[in-house]
């Protein structure tokens, strides 16, 4: 099954990976930085949030890739955490 990835902005990807269960570790910058609580010895995922500026469908791809190999979730799972955190 293809995929629409969307584009977003960084806050709404931030929520998204909130919802999904991640936790948030750090902030350095504009950039936040958050953990899977079951598996934190994997590293953080980076989620830069720069006010307005939108991020395209291969950068979303990207993170769904990285969420995906630490929690197992699913394209759909990602995309419908995405849409509720708009």
């Known amino acids: 099954m293809r995929t629409d990835w969307p584009s977003v902005?960084?806050?709404t990807l931030y929520k998204a990976l909130l919802?999904?269960?991640f936790v948030h570790v750090k902030t350095r910058g504009s950039h936040h930085y958050l953990v899977w609580p079951e598996k934190p010895e994997l590293g953080p995922v980076q989620v830069p949030v720069h006010g307005q500026i939108e991020y395209g469908k291969e950068f979303v791809k990207a993170k769904w890739k990285?969420?995906?190999t630490l929690?197992?979730?699913s394209a759909e799972e990602?995309?419908?955490a995405i849409r509720?955190?708009?």
């Open 19 to 21: 919802k999904l269960g």
């Open 78 to 80: 990602f995309l419908k």
């Open 84 to 86: 509720k955190s708009k």
């Open 66 to 68: 990285e969420v995906e």
């Open 71 to 73: 929690m197992g979730v």
């Open 9 to 11: 902005r960084g806050k």
